[in-house]
């Protein structure tokens, strides 16, 4: 298996920290706001990681974090009048929603910073001692001139051009620090914000130190794969690696793991822009399940494009493999495998071949394109032989991979309503007038059908039924 690693700009065989297990760990939403598709990127391709890995054989712990306290938390909750913690709690329930919309598992931890704050105290005390923080104004920051080389490997950048950067920009902790590049590992106490007691006095964490402290509690000094969206890889990522390194004397991740961004009929998403788009806004009018595909259709550290055409487009795409499971479940129900006789060459070499197919796409850096292609192509496989009649020993084993790949993809998902017994009993008696030749009383049943408010499809496989949107 091969990922590209952002730190050193290549394709790497991937090898575990510990053999046979894999700690993962992605830098959650700062809840302030519903979900924006740009998340909804990030937690999808996150979602698919975590499950191809489990499914090719490793034990996976996989921790997605929440940022719950932050300066945009604090303002809008003061315009909503309420408190910054309600407000974070209220967000946190919002994308779950999304979250399960979309089909992505929960993680295995889901830390809050305002449930950790004891290890991010821990960690930046031990900064402090070692001579990497120090203490300003009742702030304590991170000192990047004790960092001699490595500041800049993940962003590309030199120390040098990062601090001739720095310089020419000015903000509001200016004056606290020593020198531009610092950076804020805790936040003095302001008036009518919340804050912790602490041994540098009263106050919040700095948004970079909760990875820091949380990774290292969840997963420990080293993680396998970390990452998120590509946004984050300066200043976020790399004020991680330098805190965390320098606390720890280790590598911080193996494989640094990042998805492109999104861009909103070809112009990059943004609020100045005009362009920001809620994930359930394009839920509700197209439906998770396009939503997921689409942001999965292209390779994760692509740039990608989203417009109503690329959704209606994506939408057409479920319904295509929707169509198909429904007719292998319609093959299956109207013809058993009592016996459970084993599938046919022919039908074990397209499994075989569609198998690794997928494989091969996803173990080169997790292209879940090119795995979805090789759905497709089986989707066509599969097609082809129920309209020759496939057997059911052969339907179960092109159902089998067809859960397999979809098992890690996540498309097709949504539970459909159950079809009531009437409907269910209407369409076997419809069946069994054409098979009498009765095609008055067949059509007059399947009347009958609709006007019940559900769609009877059928084929040589047999019938489908669905309700009527």
């Not at 979250?99 to 005390?125: C, F, M, Q, S, Y």
């Not at 300003?136 to 960092?147: A, I």
């Not at 020419?168 to 805790?186: G, H, Q, T």
Request: proline share 3%.
């Amino acid at each position: 298996m091969l990922i590209y690693n952002t730190l050193t700009r290549r394709k790497e065989e991937f090898v575990t920290v510990n053999p046979g297990r894999v700690g993962v760990y992605a830098c959650g939403p700062t809840v302030y706001n519903l979900t924006h598709l740009g998340n909804a990127r990030q937690i999808c391709v996150f979602d698919v990681i975590r499950r191809y890995l489990k499914y090719r054989g490793y034990g996976v712990f996989y921790v997605q974090n929440f940022t719950d306290v932050d300066d945009r938390i604090i303002k809008r909750a003061n315009e909503l009048g309420i408190s910054p913690f309600e407000h974070s709690e209220n967000m946190i329930t919002e994308y779950y929603k999304d979250a399960r919309g979309l089909n992505v598992l929960d993680a295995d931890a889901h830390p809050k910073v305002t449930e950790n704050i004891d290890i991010i105290i821990d960690i930046i005390g031990v900064l402090i001692k070692k001579g990497f923080a120090y203490q300003s104004r009742g702030d304590v920051y991170f000192s990047t001139d004790k960092l001699t080389s490595g500041y800049g490997k993940l962003s590309g950048n030199s120390l040098e051009e990062l601090r001739e950067g720095a310089s020419n920009r000015l903000d509001a902790e200016s004056e606290k620090k020593r020198a531009p590049l610092d950076f804020a590992l805790w936040k003095a106490a302001k008036e009518g914000e919340p804050y912790w007691e602490s041994p540098f006095g009263n106050g919040r964490p700095g948004w970079h130190i909760e990875c820091s402290a949380m990774s290292r509690h969840y997963i420990g000094n080293t993680i396998d794969i970390h990452g998120g969206g590509a946004d984050l890889i300066f200043p976020h990522h790399e004020n991680e690696i330098a805190q965390s390194e320098a606390a720890t004397g280790q590598p911080l991740a193996k494989y640094w793991v990042h998805n492109g961004m999104l861009n909103i009929d070809n112009v990059k998403m943004s609020k100045s822009k005009n362009n920001f788009f809620l994930t359930r806004a394009a839920a509700e009018k197209y439906g998770y399940e396009p939503v997921r595909f689409m942001l999965l259709s292209a390779h994760y550290r692509s740039q990608m494009n989203y417009s109503a055409e690329t959704l209606e487009s994506a939408a057409k795409s479920v319904e295509r493999l929707r169509n198909c499971a429904r007719l292998m479940d319609a093959a299956l129900r109207d013809k058993a495998n009592p016996d459970g006789a084993p599938p046919s060459d022919y039908a074990e070499k397209i499994v075989s071949k569609r198998r690794s197919q997928f494989i091969n796409a996803m173990d080169d850096d997790f292209n879940a394109a090119d795995g979805i292609a090789a759905l497709f192509e089986f989707v066509r496989d599969i097609n082809a032989a129920l309209s020759g009649g496939a057997p059911a020993r052969d339907v179960e084993e092109y159902r089998g991979l067809f859960g397999e790949i979809n098992g890690v993809l996540g498309l097709v998902y949504a539970d459909e309503e159950e079809i009531p017994g009437e409907i269910i009993a209407l369409a076997e008696k419809r069946q069994a007038a054409k098979q009498a030749k009765d095609y008055v009383s067949a059509d007059k049943i399947r009347g009958e059908i609709n006007e019940k408010g559900y769609i009877m499809e059928e084929s040589r496989q047999g019938f489908t039924l669905r309700k009527r949107i």
